[in-house]
């Protein structure tokens, strides 16, 4: 007889579209880039599902910084805020290689204040208590009111500690998830340290500098330019890539190179 074919692998089930109902608020997803493209792939979809079961109006901007200089991550979320559009009233910062397991997170628009989900209390590897990495949430009005973030911070790590303190300086209160009883498994974490070291050097005075707030930079002093933006699919699931060429005097942080 004829030889058996393989059954068809079941497509993965369509998340509902947009509709009126939803509200009125979106939210612009900042995802922070560079190479990790295998994580690029289980992010985009999953995410894309994820919002639209929980009914939240979204747009996924995936920042892929392409120049030479080493990985700035607040300065690619700076961008991304200032790209995102006049049709999203919202933001949040979130790593690629961080996936909500929890249907029970809150994405929704944090009106009251900076919300925090990946929390101490949450994350499977960072739990001390001024922590604000992983994946915040602020609204533009907020995000504004901070400056936005730091652009001093090249290399891995600092800038999220940094912008805790702009937080507070600006007069806002850090909420975080609450009834979250997953704990630790509650996200999903991606990255292999073994495959994909963290460029985590201090160069020149820069292990001085990270410790420092940074009262003069942020939105308003952020330089870049877009080599070309793209609305492209990623198994079904919309997002736009902005290809950004990040700018660095090495007069002021020399440590912006590799070299």
Sequence with gaps: ?????????????????EEPSWGPHRLALLVPFRERFEELLAFVPYMHRFLSRKRIRHRIFILNQMDHFRFNRASLINVGFLESGNDTDYIAMHDVDLLPLNENLD???????PFHVASPDLH???HYKTYVGGILLLTKQHYELCNGMSNRFWGWGREDDEFYRRIKGAGLQVRRPSGITTGYETFQHLHDPAWRKRDQKRIAAQKQEQFKVDREGGLNNVRYRIESRTDLSVAGAPCTVLNILLDCDTNETPWCTFG
């Design 1 to 17: 007889g004829a030889p058996r074919q393989p059954c068809p692998a079941p497509a993965p089930p369509q998340p509902p579209q």
């Design 107 to 113: 994405y929704s628009f944090p009106e009251a204040g």
């Design 124 to 126: 499977p590897l960072y």
